[in-house]
């Protein structure tokens, strides 16, 4: 079996409207996931008599023939085995098969090339009986049936994909607000390393942030290097996220001293909403030989829903980003957050301006993870999944969480987030956790300059009285036999701890000291 991730999703409760036809269907697809899902096999549940859309699962199409029967086992069970979790086991499946053409290949070869797996998919549903009522491949800009006979709407040399912006499905997308975020290999490429002459820059500088700080932590075995570290590296980005905020922000010439933490420890800490909204509902016929086939797109092939400014505009905010961090400052913070409690103390800054220009930061960080540092940007790349997460971007959550179960399958923390995310669970009871770890951890500071001061108070308040508890008289002894007796004495002092006599029954101490 590969080694890629695969997503899955529950259904959803919005509007619905119907698909006729594999050439909606095939215009649905990338709305239902939020973004274009190249080089990919997915997996669509369907339920009752009207075939409504329900969970879903994808991954990524193996290279090796040899894994196809495995690949396809696993993904009906995973699919079956979800709905029936969440009390709907699918009635129907529709499978996608995405691939782009290779150099000098036609998305009819492509098409030809998967038949075998489109076939194995559809028995390993069979053997669950679950019947499959559709398989489309889409290539090259077209979409082919491997159900349909019919040569009147599925003719073998494939049928071209609807011009961007023009069907049903994305005009009720775009009136519900559902936004397809370009391809799957354009989303991944904002997450990797680009490439060319600055490669070499970052490389050098995390062989000396990595030579400078490894040693030094693992040989201190009191902790007090990885603290100062850890508080360096907060500082540091701190410093960067205001940077993000304010780009006018003059960039300090010289980046703070390198961050000291730990070797990349394999980390567990926290987990967690649904992907894009899912709209539509899967037709009841699936074909229909009166559904006209769309127009070619004359200019070339165009993917049904994408902006074709998406891919532009993200690589503009991307560069610009990157131009403002240096890449000993990159080092800086890559190693710093290998460290479990500062990774996790990052992950607070996932709302508001902050999580904004977080997610920013953990992307410039994922992409500064040069060879042979790709194992590291396992730390950005779950940051980059829960901060888009928080801030309801599903989609990209999604990509990143699996890229960075890639770079270390073994990383707590991506796996937690993958499947709460998969098991459509709301993230807010994981900021509600981050945000009392935040509270509890800053009341102390907060309280400590009063406390200290009632402190003083106190100390020399009973110095003070110290000459008069030893005169002699009968108030003295009066105040002596009812403090013996168990009798709180009156007066204002008696509220303050160490008043000097038993509170029974009292109110047990709060964090401020009474």
């Not at 070869?109 to 009986?129: N, Y």
């Not at 082919?144 to 006979?149: E, K, L």
């Not at 990797?192 to 040693?215: H, I, M, N, W, Y």
Request: charged fraction near 25%; aromatic fraction near 4%; hydrophobic fraction near 35%.
């Amino acid at each position: 079996m590969n080694a890629n991730r695969h997503e899955t999703s529950g259904p959803t409760r919005t509007q619905q409207i119907t698909l006729r036809g594999p050439a909606e269907l095939a215009d649905a697809l990338p709305f239902m996931l939020g973004f274009h899902p190249t080089d990919s096999v997915v997996l669509v549940a369907l339920h009752g008599e009207h075939g409504r859309f329900g969970g879903r699962v994808r991954l990524g199409i193996p290279g090796s023939p040899r894994e196809w029967a495995s690949t396809a086992d696993h993904l009906a069970e995973c699919l079956v085995e979800g709905g029936a979790r969440a009390g709907a086991r699918p009635d129907g499946i529709v499978v996608f098969l995405c691939q782009d053409p290779a150099p000098g290949e036609t998305g009819r070869r492509v098409m030809e090339r998967l038949r075998p797996f489109a076939q194995r998919l559809r028995t390993a549903c069979g053997a669950l009986d679950i019947p499959v009522y559709e398989a489309l491949c889409i290539s090259d800009g077209l979409y082919f049936s491997y159900c349909c006979p019919d040569a009147r709407c599925c003719p073998p040399d494939g049928t071209p994909l609807a011009l961007s912006g023009t069907t049903v499905m994305a005009a009720t997308a775009a009136y519900a607000g559902v936004r397809v975020r370009g391809s799957l290999r354009d989303m991944e490429a904002r997450l990797k390393p680009a490439g060319g002459p600055g490669e070499e820059g970052q490389r050098a500088a995390l062989d000396a942030a990595a030579a400078s700080l490894v040693p030094r932590i693992l040989e201190d075995p009191e902790g007090r290097e990885r603290t100062e570290t850890r508080e360096r590296t907060l500082s540091l980005a701190r410093e960067i996220l205001r940077r993000f905020a304010n780009p006018k922000t003059p960039k300090v010439s010289k980046a703070p001293q390198i961050p000291k933490t730990s070797q990349p420890p394999k980390t567990p800490p926290t987990p967690q909403s649904p992907q894009i909204p899912q709209i539509p509902q899967i037709p009841q016929a699936l074909k229909d030989p009166k559904t006209p086939s769309h127009p070619s797109n004359p200019t070339g092939p165009t993917i049904p829903g994408r902006a074709l400014t998406d891919t532009a505009e993200g690589a503009a905010t991307d560069a610009a980003d990157d131009a403002l961090i240096t890449s000993e400052e990159a080092a800086a913070l890559i190693l710093g957050l290998q460290d479990r409690i500062t990774r996790d103390r990052a992950a607070e800054w996932m709302e508001g301006w902050e999580g904004t220009a977080a997610l920013r930061l953990w992307r410039v960080l994922a992409r500064r993870c040069v060879a042979p540092y790709q194992e590291y940007a396992a730390a950005p790349l779950t940051l980059v999944g829960w901060t888009a997460w928080s801030t309801g971007d599903e989609p990209t959550a999604r990509v990143a969480l699996g890229l960075a179960l890639a770079a270390d399958p073994e990383y707590v923390f991506a796996q937690l987030l993958h499947q709460a995310c998969n098991e459509g669970l709301d993230p807010e009871s994981l900021r509600s956790c981050l945000r009392s770890e935040r509270d509890s951890r800053t009341a102390p500071e907060q309280t400590s300059p009063a406390s200290s001061r009632r402190v003083r108070m106190r100390a020399s308040r009973r110095q003070g009285a110290r000459p008069a508890l030893g005169r002699t008289g009968r108030q003295t002894g009066a105040r002596d036999r009812r403090a013996a007796a168990g009798v709180r004495p009156g007066g204002p002092a008696t509220g303050r701890p160490g008043g000097g006599s038993p509170q029974h029954g009292g109110q047990r101490g709060t964090r401020s000291g009474r």
